[in-house]
Protein backbone atom coordinates (compact mmCIF):
# COMPACT_ATOMS: atom_id res chain seq x y z
CA UNK A 1 0.00 0.00 0.00
CA UNK A 2 3.23 2.08 0.38
CA UNK A 3 4.60 2.00 -3.02
CA UNK A 4 0.81 3.03 -4.22
CA UNK A 5 0.51 5.70 -2.25
CA UNK A 6 4.02 6.79 -3.41
CA UNK A 7 2.88 6.96 -7.03
CA UNK A 8 -0.26 8.86 -6.55
CA UNK A 9 1.54 11.31 -4.55
CA UNK A 10 4.50 12.06 -7.53
CA UNK A 11 4.66 14.55 -9.49
CA UNK A 12 6.71 15.09 -12.86
CA UNK A 13 9.04 18.75 -12.40
CA UNK A 14 7.64 21.23 -13.69
CA UNK A 15 9.21 22.43 -17.06
CA UNK A 16 8.22 25.89 -18.65
CA UNK A 17 8.96 25.34 -22.68
CA UNK A 18 9.55 28.29 -24.75
CA UNK A 19 6.95 27.22 -27.27
CA UNK A 20 4.42 27.00 -23.84
CA UNK A 21 5.62 30.34 -22.56
CA UNK A 22 4.80 31.79 -25.87
CA UNK A 23 1.53 30.62 -25.90
CA UNK A 24 0.61 31.77 -22.45
CA UNK A 25 2.03 35.32 -23.63
CA UNK A 26 -0.14 35.06 -26.60
CA UNK A 27 -3.35 33.89 -24.85
CA UNK A 28 -2.98 36.68 -22.11
CA UNK A 29 -4.82 39.66 -23.58
CA UNK A 30 -8.07 37.15 -23.75
CA UNK A 31 -7.62 36.40 -20.06
CA UNK A 32 -9.18 38.84 -16.92
CA UNK A 33 -6.37 41.34 -16.24
CA UNK A 34 -4.97 39.22 -13.18
CA UNK A 35 -4.45 35.62 -15.17
CA UNK A 36 -3.20 37.99 -17.72
CA UNK A 37 -0.59 39.16 -15.52
CA UNK A 38 0.44 35.42 -14.66
CA UNK A 39 0.34 34.38 -18.15
CA UNK A 40 2.82 37.50 -19.34
CA UNK A 41 5.38 36.93 -16.27
CA UNK A 42 5.45 33.16 -15.62
CA UNK A 43 9.04 32.26 -16.70
CA UNK A 44 10.00 35.25 -13.79
CA UNK A 45 8.24 34.29 -11.00
CA UNK A 46 10.07 32.46 -8.07
CA UNK A 47 10.23 28.65 -8.18
CA UNK A 48 7.90 28.29 -5.03
CA UNK A 49 5.09 30.53 -6.49
CA UNK A 50 5.36 29.72 -9.82
CA UNK A 51 4.68 26.05 -8.24
CA UNK A 52 2.09 26.73 -6.42
CA UNK A 53 0.15 28.68 -9.11
CA UNK A 54 0.96 26.16 -11.28
CA UNK A 55 -0.43 22.96 -8.83
CA UNK A 56 -3.55 24.99 -8.24
CA UNK A 57 -4.29 25.53 -12.04
CA UNK A 58 -5.25 22.55 -13.95
CA UNK A 59 -5.27 24.41 -17.09
CA UNK A 60 -1.38 24.98 -16.70
CA UNK A 61 -0.49 21.83 -14.38
CA UNK A 62 -0.62 20.00 -17.47
CA UNK A 63 0.87 22.54 -20.00
CA UNK A 64 4.11 22.19 -17.77
CA UNK A 65 4.47 18.64 -16.67
CA UNK A 66 5.07 15.37 -18.59
CA UNK A 67 2.62 12.76 -18.28
CA UNK A 68 3.48 9.44 -16.48
CA UNK A 69 1.99 5.89 -18.41
Not at 15 to 44: C, T, W
Not at 56 to 62: P, R
Request: glycine share 2%; hydrophobic share 35%.
Amino acid sequence: MHALDRILAYRTPLKLLPIVEEFLHDMAPYESPERAKQFRNIGRRSRTQFQEDVEQDESLNFLLRNTVS
